[in-house]
T-cell receptor, first 112, second 114 residues
């Protein structure tokens, strides 16, 4: 089955800096890669996603890149703000109706 | 904006007791998922429903866990008997249909087994 690895497990940046979180997946048939933000005690919220027919997607300060050959995808947050502090999860979904498999999460701390 | 509802939000139970969680997906969503999230880890799928039918329960510990979605709308996840290792956040999510990608999560039920 699908296996997703996520790095780093923690990331501390200064306000205004950029943050990059990386994930790798094992199933070459995976075709959907969402990123979720989870604040303490709250539900995971989808912040951006990318499908396998696209190499990059951007939404304001957030972007995701996908390298299908290397089977890795990354989340880029520019101009970080303290409210970006949270745990971020990547996930991958296999072909057909395969389930979402989540990474282990990255705790991002943005210091003012 | 419609949201997935879950109750209770918090549950403390003693080991060997029975516990149940309830989920009401977004109206019209045919696919419902139950996840378990252990502290410090990502959510792990326990069971997936398409309408009232189970389509994936490969990771559900069936000796103690059960799930149902009798009318294809709301769903109940039960643990009997609860064990200390069951302490976790139980999340419910839904999508419009199996072919849809974006999953909408509920607020979760935080279970503590003592």
């Amino acid at each position: 089955g699908e296996n997703v690895e996520q790095h780093p497990s923690t990331l501390s940046v200064q306000e205004g800096d950029s943050a990059v979180i990386k994930c790798t997946y094992s199933d070459s048939a995976s075709n959907y890669f969402p990123w979720y933000k989870q604040e303490l005690g709250k539900r995971p919220q989808l912040i951006i996603d990318i499908r396998s027919n696209v190499g990059e997607k951007k939404d304001q300060r957030i972007a995701v890149t996908l390298n299908k050959t290397a089977k890795h995808f990354s989340l880029h947050i520019t101009e970080t703000q303290p409210e970006d502090s949270a745990v971020y999860f990547c996930a991958a979904r296999g072909g057909g109706f395969q389930k979402l498999v989540f990474g282990t999460g990255t705790r991002l701390l943005v210091s003012p | 904006e419609a949201e997935v509802a879950q109750s209770p939000r918090y549950k403390i139970t003693e080991k060997s007791q029975a516990v149940a969680f309830w989920c009401d997906p977004i109206s019209g969503h045919a696919t419902l998922y139950w996840y378990r999230q252990i502290l410090g880890q990502g959510p792990e799928l326990l069971v997936q429903f398409q309408d009232e039918s189970v389509v994936d329960d490969s990771q559900l510990p069936k000796d103690r866990f059960s799930a149902e979605r009798l009318k294809g709308v709301d769903s109940t996840l039960k643990i009997q008997p609860a064990e200390l290792g069951d302490s976790a956040m139980y999340l419910c999510a839904s999508t419009l249909d199996r072919g849809e990608y974006e999953q909408y999560f509920g607020p979760g039920t935080r279970l503590t087994v003592t």
